[in-house]
């Protein structure tokens, strides 16, 4: 059964507040906060890219879970906003860790796109060994496009997240994952080639608030446990709103579906690994902790991945 | 109490204005429903006419105004 070995994160330094985003956005910044939840992001440098960002996450994780990349037999690398068509930022990642040889496959997904990772790495790692899942997005680069929406610039950051998943020895076993995706709104989210991103917000808050308990239902049910046994949830950070409003579905407490959204914004399909890999350091998995991973992103993709503490 | 009457009335609970628009008005863009009363004001309609509307219905556009919200209650009544 696959495990769970470790996670990494890398955020970049520079720190943007709502105060500087108000003014080209023509509004104030205590809007940008009780519209959002968001108070500040992380934007990256000219100078960095994701798959650099990607490296550094990557390096964390291998560092905390005590690999070296040597040990790595693939790697599965999530971004919705790699800077060419091709290649992804997979082999430029592969590349940097000095792992040439290995398997480097890109999943072009926005938000949902670590999920999906996780839960694919799970049985391929039965056959490929350890599994690097990396996501990393640059999504200033995007929101920065003209015109500049209000509704949508304030809502991202930058950053990258990194998850180990080993075939057998780990902290954190792999219990079951399910995946689903579903294109009748594709157009609702979605982000053209030298266009601004285009996003029907409605349409995806009430697709979202349906589709990520179901998930996390059906998920659950069929491996035989209630909503309230799972310690933590770590979600997909695209909207504090959204997060109460699964937390409200599954009778859940909210304050076990694990928060960082105040101080990274949606930083796309890195987030729910920027989440774990902060999770993991503080309060961290103790024994017997059921852990649910959830998300739901352009696509639809969306679903849910159920782990436990050893 | 007809149909419409139920229908105001939640539509009036999850709204962040007393007044109501007319029937073909907009209430995404009156302001009457924000993004995330949307999800909740459906809910609530399904449990009022004891319906489920599937996945592939879940458009805003369905249910942007009294009008629209009315015609596509009574088609799964």
């Not at chain 1, 105060?19 to 809007?31: I, K, T, V």
């Not at chain 1, 579903?182 to 409605?202: K, Q, V, W």
Request: proline share 5%; charged share 20%.
């Amino acid at each position: 059964m696959a495990a769970i070995r470790g996670f990494g994160a890398y955020l970049p330094s520079r720190v943007v507040t709502n105060a500087e985003l108000a003014a080209p956005l023509d509004c104030e910044a205590g809007w940008i906060l009780d519209v959002s939840g968001i108070e500040e992001r992380r934007y990256a440098a000219s100078t960095e890219s994701v798959a650099s960002m990607g490296v550094s996450a990557a390096q964390q994780c291998l560092e905390r879970a005590e690999l070296k990349a040597s040990d790595l037999g693939m790697l599965l690398v999530s971004s919705g906003s790699s800077e060419r068509r091709f290649p992804g930022p997979a082999s430029a990642i592969v590349h940097a860790l000095n792992v040439d040889g290995i398997p480097a496959i890109d999943l072009p997904m926005a938000s949902a796109g670590s999920l999906f990772g996780m839960a694919l790495a799970a049985p391929l790692s039965q056959i490929y060994g350890n599994i690097l899942v990396i996501a990393s997005e640059k999504m200033s680069a995007i929101v920065s496009r003209q015109p500049l929406e209000r509704g949508v610039v304030p809502l991202f950051g930058d950053g990258a997240g990194a998850c180990l998943i080993s075939p057998e020895s780990g902290p954190v076993k792999i219990l079951d994952a399910l995946l689903n995706s579903d294109g009748a709104f594709a157009d609702d989210l979605r982000l053209e080639f030298s266009a601004p991103l285009e996003m029907n917000g409605r349409s995806v808050i009430l697709q979202a608030s349906r589709k990520i308990p179901s998930a996390i239902a059906g998920l659950l049910e069929r491996n035989g446990q209630p909503a309230s046994a799972v310690k933590v949830f770590l979600m997909h950070q695209a909207n504090q709103n959204l997060m109460d409003r699964v937390a409200r579905a599954l009778q859940v407490d909210a304050a076990h579906f694990y928060s960082n959204i105040r101080h990274y914004g949606n930083t796309s399909s890195a987030s729910m690994l920027i989440a774990a890999a902060e999770w993991w350091r503080h309060p961290g998995p103790r024994a017997g902790d059921l852990i649910c991973f959830a998300a739901f992103g352009a696509g639809f993709h969306w679903g849910a991945l159920l782990a436990q503490t050893v | 109490m007809d149909n419409s009457e139920r229908i105001i009335g939640i539509v009036r609970k999850f709204s962040n204005h007393t007044a109501l628009p007319d029937p073909d008005e907009s209430l995404f863009d009156s302001g009457l429903i924000d993004s995330f009363a949307l999800p909740d004001m459906l809910s609530e309609l399904e449990r009022e006419f004891g319906i489920q509307i599937p996945a592939s219905d879940l458009n805003p556009r369905k249910f942007e105004s009294l009008a629209r919200i009315q015609s596509y209650i009574e088609s799964r009544m």
